[in-house]
């Protein structure tokens, strides 16, 4: 599998979430392409709202990961191990995604950068938002960087964002953790389309004819 592509169709089914990072410095070139894809991202009138806040700083990371530490261990975690796993996925990838995770928050303080995606105003769904988002996402695995989307330290959300320094006029959305990945990008695995894509009547199987 590539490391760096120009496909965007190879690129989609390959954006596997890498929860798994290497503590290699990130170049400032790469993380800019990263960001200038998050700004060509359609929003609400072209308002452009948003604001992508880079951390680097240990003491940064370390302050605001010790809050997603704590939802995972006391919620989330919990919460997964409860139950079982999604339809179509074996007991053996889902302990392989549970232990991703669990790395992830305890490692989350040591990847090389954050982006964390803010918008102004009161907090809402987020669709000027993570458009943006899924742009970087996408730019990441292009260039060869391994990210994810998270969202679990918003069980802590001020606390979070306090230790972030982000002011009571914004929100964030997610943490994307960026650097270099430790494992192999995709192909992703999900469900056949006949199974998720209805056509006309709801229940009524998507034909593709």
């Not at 060509?40 to 605001?64: H, T």
């Not at 990961?65 to 919620?75: D, I, L, N, P, R």
Request: hydrophobic share 45%; charged share 20%; proline share 8%.
């Amino acid at each position: 599998m590539s490391e760096t592509s120009t496909d965007l169709f190879e690129i989609m089914r390959t954006t596997r979430s890498m929860r798994r990072l290497k503590p290699d410095a990130v170049p400032a070139a790469l993380l800019n392409q990263v960001l200038e894809a998050g700004t060509f991202a359609a929003n609400g009138g072209n308002m452009q709202s948003w604001r992508f806040l880079v951390i680097r700083d240990p003491a940064i990371k370390a302050a605001a990961g010790a809050w997603y530490t704590k939802a995972w261990h006391e919620v989330v975690g919990p919460r997964y191990r409860s139950g079982g796993p999604a339809p179509g996925t074996t007991p053996e990838r889902f302990a392989r995604m549970l232990a991703a995770a669990e790395h992830l928050a305890d490692h989350l303080h040591e990847a090389p950068v954050w982006i964390v995606p803010c918008l102004a105003g009161p907090r809402g769904a987020g669709g000027s938002i993570f458009p943006a988002v899924q742009n970087m996402l996408l730019a990441a695995r292009a260039v060869g960087l391994g990210t994810t989307l998270t969202t679990l330290y918003l069980i802590h959300e001020k606390e979070a964002e306090a230790a972030m320094g982000i002011p009571d006029d914004y929100h964030s959305y997610a943490i994307l953790p960026v650097g270099f990945p430790m494992g192999r990008f995709g192909p992703v695995r999900r469900a056949p389309l006949e199974n998720v894509v209805f056509e006309d009547h709801w229940g009524r199987a998507w034909s593709a004819t």
